[in-house]
């Protein structure tokens, strides 16, 4: 996603999502840190990242626009945040169901991406 403001060599927006990050990780951890200790920054930085890559996609899309197959993207994400909640709350973050997901997730992942990956590897 922050490929499109260097290939359009408008660098200057990297500056301002970067910023815009730093912004909400500052005021979050500041806020979270005191109640939540390590889990508090954890979720700042997830948060701070996810508005990070949604202003590079919504600000790309305006000056350099790039074809996302947003269904695949948003189901990986749902899928993938889906696994981390269960395994944390569902099975009360066991390391071997935990591992277990991650491989059954990547596996999925490599099944349902094999014509493009395949693509890839013939180069």
């Known amino acids: 996603l ?9 660098t200057r927006f990297g500056l301002y999502i970067s910023v815009a990050g730093a912004i909400i990780t500052i005021v979050l ?3 979270l840190i ?7 920054s954890a ?3 997830m948060l701070a990242y996810f508005v990070m890559m949604v202003l590079s996609y919504v600000l790309g899309q ?3 626009p790039i074809p996302y197959n947003l269904k695949k993207i948003t189901a990986y994400l ?4 889906v696994i981390v909640f269960a395994s944390f709350f569902l099975f009360n973050r066991n390391i071997y169901i935990g591992n277990a997901l991650l491989i059954a997730f990547i596996a999925g992942i490599f099944y349902f991406e094999k014509n493009d990956l395949m693509k890839i590897l013939k180069r």
């Open 78 to 81: 749902v899928i993938s945040t």
């Open 43 to 45: 979720w700042v930085s």
């Open 62 to 64: 305006k000056h350099y």
């Open 2 to 10: 922050s490929i499109w403001y260097r290939l359009s060599d408008q």
């Open 29 to 31: 951890n500041v806020i």
């Open 34 to 40: 005191p109640k939540f200790s390590y889990m508090g």
